[in-house]
């Protein structure tokens, strides 16, 4: 089966400019997660959605990110503006509803100079 | 909300040793605990997971533990390689489908 699929995998911008990654989930799966994952650290989950709903988003710095699911597919992760502290790697996975195994793309690489 | 703890943050051990994780748990209805394994600059992928019905699972050189009572499960790895060697990830399920990570154990494996 496909896995998940992200883009892009790397990106480098200015701090203060915007940037757009793009998750397309395992077909047939409803929850949808974005975390940030900063060098040396664990996943850090930013929000989840179950279709097109979101389920969690407290720990989406809402001023500057913002995250959408059309149509319970594909989902968009955009930050605007950008700061240093926001480089790290994005992941982004897919799972079943459920306690079962959830499936990770891999990843956009986001570089803020 | 869920709170995941992990230690060692890393582990080193000779080859053909075990290796022990440990992660504890504050949220009583988490009821599934998946083990991540990460090499360098690739995506997480699962390598063991258990139910909150179970108390034990193995497969092959991998097993992992679940006390429910203490809130805490552990991954052991026994007889490992060097392809061992990589940033191993505990996680839990907490009520509503979110899934919280600890913070990541570094193992080596020397040969």
């Known amino acids: 089966e496909a896995g998940v699929a992200q883009s892009p995998r790397y990106k480098i911008i200015e701090k203060r400019q915007s940037v757009a990654f793009w998750c397309n989930p395992i077909s047939g799966h409803a929850t949808l997660y974005w975390y940030q994952q900063i060098l040396g650290q664990g996943p850090k989950l930013l929000i989840q959605?179950?279709?097109?709903?979101?389920?969690?988003d407290s720990q989406l710095p809402k001023d500057r990110f913002s995250a959408e699911r059309l149509k319970g597919v594909d989902s968009t992760l955009k930050i605007q503006p950008a700061k240093l502290e926001d480089s790290a790697v994005y992941l982004c996975?897919?799972?079943?509803?459920?306690?079962?195994?959830?499936?990770f793309g891999q990843g956009t690489r986001l570089t803020v100079v | 909300g869920e709170n995941v703890e992990q230690h060692p943050s890393t582990l080193s051990v000779q080859e053909g040793d075990s290796a022990v994780i440990k992660c504890t748990y504050s949220?009583?209805?988490?009821?599934?605990f998946p083990w991540y394994k990460q090499e360098l600059g690739k995506r997480p992928q699962l390598i063991i997971d258990i139910r909150s019905n179970v108390g034990e699972k193995k497969d092959q050189r991998i097993a992992v533990t679940l006390n429910k009572t203490a809130k805490h499960f552990s991954l052991h790895i026994t007889e490992t390689q060097p392809e061992d060697s990589a940033v191993y990830f505990c996680a839990a399920l907490e009520y509503g489908n979110k899934l919280v990570f600890g913070a990541g154990t570094i193992l080596r494996v020397k040969s």
């Open positions: 949220d009583s209805a988490s009821n599934y």
């Open positions: 996975a897919s799972s079943l509803v459920g306690n079962t195994e959830a499936f």
């Open positions: 959605f179950q279709n097109n709903g979101v389920v969690d």
